[in-house]
């Protein structure tokens, strides 16, 4: 079971950027994004039902991020638009083997984490 998350890089305030995360050995119930700032905690973001029906976001991307999946890819995508220098960090892919039901906003409620993907946003 691997997740190989992509599309970070370097990007100016205003700016867009798309996150991928490719799963591969399995399908997946929900899945998710997470992200950890030098010196932070990892903090959630966005996630999703198995289904795609169901998303939920952190507060401080409501509006401007965009999780979605494409399940006939086992793959997780995270839109990023309008971003701000306080959205850098290294964001995480994540996804939970089995459940259904409302995605959860807690690491805890995932079993496999992708390596991460650099997202630096100058001001």
């Known amino acids: 079971v691997q997740l190989q998350a992509s599309g970070g890089g370097l990007v100016q305030a205003g700016g867009s950027l798309r996150l991928s995360c490719a799963a591969s050995?399995?399908?997946?119930?929900?899945m998710g994004w997470f992200r950890q700032a030098p010196g932070k905690e990892r903090e959630f973001v966005a996630a999703?039902?198995?289904?795609?029906?169901?998303?939920r976001y952190a507060e401080s991307v409501k509006g401007r991020f965009t999780i979605f999946r494409d399940n006939a890819e086992n793959a997780v995508y995270l839109q990023m638009n309008s971003l701000k220098p306080e959205d850098t960090a290294v964001y995480y892919c994540?996804?939970?083997?089995?459940?259904?039901?409302?995605?959860?906003?807690?690491?805890?409620?995932?079993?496999?984490w992708g390596q991460g993907t650099q997202v630096t946003v100058s001001s």
């Open positions: 994540a996804a939970r083997r089995i459940g259904s039901g409302f995605p959860s906003n807690t690491p805890s409620g995932y079993n496999y």
């Open positions: 050995g399995r399908t997946f119930a929900a």
């Open positions: 999703i039902s198995g289904s795609g029906s169901d998303t």
